[in-house]
């Protein structure tokens, strides 16, 4: 990126507001150019940095660094939102995620919900790159916010290439192993189990050694490049620890009023070429399990939008094709009541039947009791919120980085019909891309 001019356009719009008395929030921009926004990620020594970028075409893609403020409550959250909304003006996006049981202990510094408001933002769409700078005069007096503000444009870096290489994996260790999961598979297809809990999805933890800490931006960039159709997201609130991913799963979409969401629940391999991959299409479309996976999904999302919601339709089943995998998927659209918020949604949906089970209650105690690893933000939620709008994926098809450590999340639905083996063999399938791009395929 160059950055010099972008930079200095900053400074001069903030040296314009030393005597401000605006309350609230503000954005300053300025036009740049971008070559890779995970590169200029990467070499900046501001934390925490993430990036976020819907699997819609043409949707914006977000770069970003620093914190102005952070919320790990929903409420807090609403209610800032809230306010801001009631000032009027330009509204600001929030990023962060929530995760998949946030009473549970789970990963250090990855709090059960954490959303912030960041003080650099980079985005792109068609039009252009973007160079932001976040303000908010609140609390303090305005010297001081922008004193900060100062310091943070200071310490930008210049956009450098990623580095090509991946390090080398020379230890896998499946969390549960083989026969363990086998065990669990069998405790929840039995009679009595199927009884009160017809669906319970459990998921396992791939533990990769790695020769050196991974770059987390360097994997994630070959990673998106092969994830078309899916979200792709990442954060790093320390220099030695990421949260990664290329989930395919929208969680819901707002804008306004109205929302999206989805029940994508059953799935298959891809095929050897385009003849047996319509069979394998057909195939799952037809397949009794995998159809009652996918409506455990659609039932309890469609009970839990009604209360919600003045209308809600649901679409026909239809595949959707990745690149190791194929998935059951219905669309669901909803015109919420006047006085829904995201904190209420948020309370509600996650985690979905996709990615804990049916009912969810009995679901995540099974859950609780029986998965030994964390699932941390794994299967929980990541996106962006704002007053207007927000898009939110289930974080499923990440990795969690750390020192020497890859550890890769794949989860299963089991239901009556479901076999252990095949169950198996789904996870490998669903965690294949990463493990491909590490030389593990």
């Given at each position: 990126m160059h950055?010099?001019?972008?930079?200095?356009?900053?400074?001069?719009?903030?040296?314009?507001?030393?005597?401000?008395d605006k309350k609230?929030?503000?954005?300053?921009?300025?036009?740049?150019?971008?070559?890779n926004l995970m590169g200029w990620l990467n070499v900046q020594s501001v934390y925490p940095r993430l990036y976020w970028q819907s699997r819609d075409v043409g949707t914006v893609e977000y770069a970003a660094l620093g914190v102005v403020r952070a919320f790990d409550s929903l409420a807090a959250l609403q209610a800032d939102l809230a306010t801001l909304a009631d000032s009027g003006g330009e509204q600001p996006d929030y990023f962060g995620g929530m995760a998949f049981d946030p009473g549970m202990s789970g990963w250090e510094h990855f709090p059960g919900c954490h959303f912030?408001?960041?003080?650099?933002?980079?985005?792109?769409?068609q039009a252009g790159a973007t160079l932001s700078l976040n303000l908010r005069f609140d609390d303090c007096c305005p010297e001081v916010e922008i004193a900060q503000a100062r310091a943070c444009l200071a310490a930008l870096e210049e956009e450098q290439l990623l580095p090509c290489w991946l390090p080398n994996v020379y230890q896998r260790e499946d969390r549960p192993a083989q026969k363990e999961w086998a065990a669990s598979v069998a405790q929840v297809t039995h009679p009595d189990q199927l009884g009160h809990t017809p669906k319970v999805v459990l998921s396992r933890e791939t533990c990769l050694t790695t020769s050196e800490t991974p770059n987390p931006w360097a994997l994630l960039a070959r990673w998106q490049a092969g994830a078309v159709d899916c979200f792709h997201f990442g954060i790093q609130f320390t220099p030695h620890e990421a949260f990664i991913g290329c989930p395919p799963e929208r969680l819901y979409k707002r804008k306004g009023r109205h929302l999206m969401t989805e029940a994508l629940a059953g799935t298959t391999r891809r095929g050897r070429d385009a003849q047996q991959d319509q069979a394998l299409a057909d195939e799952l479309l037809a397949d009794k399990k995998n159809s009652l996976e996918n409506q455990c999904v659609y039932q309890q999302l469609l009970t839990q939008l009604e209360s919600l919601s003045s209308q809600v339709d649901m679409g026909e089943a239809h595949i959707i094709k990745l690149r190791s995998v194929q998935h059951i998927r219905r669309l669901i659209h909803a015109e919420l009541h006047r006085d829904v918020t995201d904190q209420q949604l948020l309370a509600v949906l996650p985690p979905t039947p996709a990615v804990g089970g049916v009912p969810r209650k009995s679901a995540l105690a099974f859950i609780r009791q029986h998965e030994r690893h964390r699932r941390g933000w794994y299967a929980g939620v990541f996106g962006r919120i704002s007053h207007t709008s927000s898009d939110l994926a289930v974080a499923i098809r990440c990795a969690h980085i750390g020192p020497e450590t890859i550890r890769l999340y794949a989860g299963a639905g089991i239901v009556a019909g479901s076999q252990p083996d095949e169950?198996?063999?789904e996870l490998d399938t669903k965690i294949a891309d990463i493990m491909s791009l590490l030389g593990m395929g």
């Open positions: 950055v010099t001019h972008p930079i200095e356009a900053l400074k001069h719009q903030l040296d314009a507001l030393r005597h401000t609230g929030f503000m954005r300053l921009n300025t036009p740049c150019q971008v070559g912030l408001l960041p003080r650099i933002e980079l985005r792109r769409q169950e198996w063999h």
